[in-house]
């Protein structure tokens, strides 16, 4: 089973969703400088931002025969981090709790991701040049 996949495919459909706030905006022909309207935009901006990158990270450690488990752990954080986020940012839910809270769990599972691939990227050229 691939783990990945499937948090890439929740991650997008909410991408989807904060994309189509910002087109519709575009197609109202309403000018992007309120600061509602760029609350919008950054929200789906920052998802576009940051997520990639979990999600590469992510598909590294699974190539790289990491922990069912800890890969679910990071994906369920990655969704709720960026729903929190998106919510707070586009739709207006909570909004300081949700911007920081939403952050700083983003953050966390890129660090997280992160060393793991450090680890796993030096586990690698060792075991290559044994």
């Known amino acids: 089973m691939f783990v990945t996949p499937l948090y890439a495919g929740l991650l997008t459909l909410w991408f989807v969703l904060l994309s189509v706030r910002v087109v519709g905006l575009r197609q109202r022909g309403i000018i992007f400088g309120d600061v509602g309207v760029i609350r919008i935009v950054r929200a ?8 990639p990158l979990a999600l590469l990270m992510m598909g590294y450690l699974e190539v790289g ?10 994906g369920v954080a990655l969704v709720v981090a960026r729903l929190m986020h998106g919510l707070a940012l586009s739709f207006g839910w ?3 709790f949700g911007r920081v809270a939403g952050a700083a769990i983003t953050f966390f599972v890129l660090l997280i ?3 793991l691939c450090l680890y796993q990227g030096v586990r690698g050229q060792v075991v290559w040049m044994q």
């Open 65 to 74: 025969r990491h922990s069912i488990y800890l890969l679910h752990a990071l």
């Open 94 to 96: 909570h909004t300081r």
């Open 113 to 115: 991701e992160a060393a």
């Open 44 to 51: 789906q901006a920052n998802f576009a931002e940051y997520v």
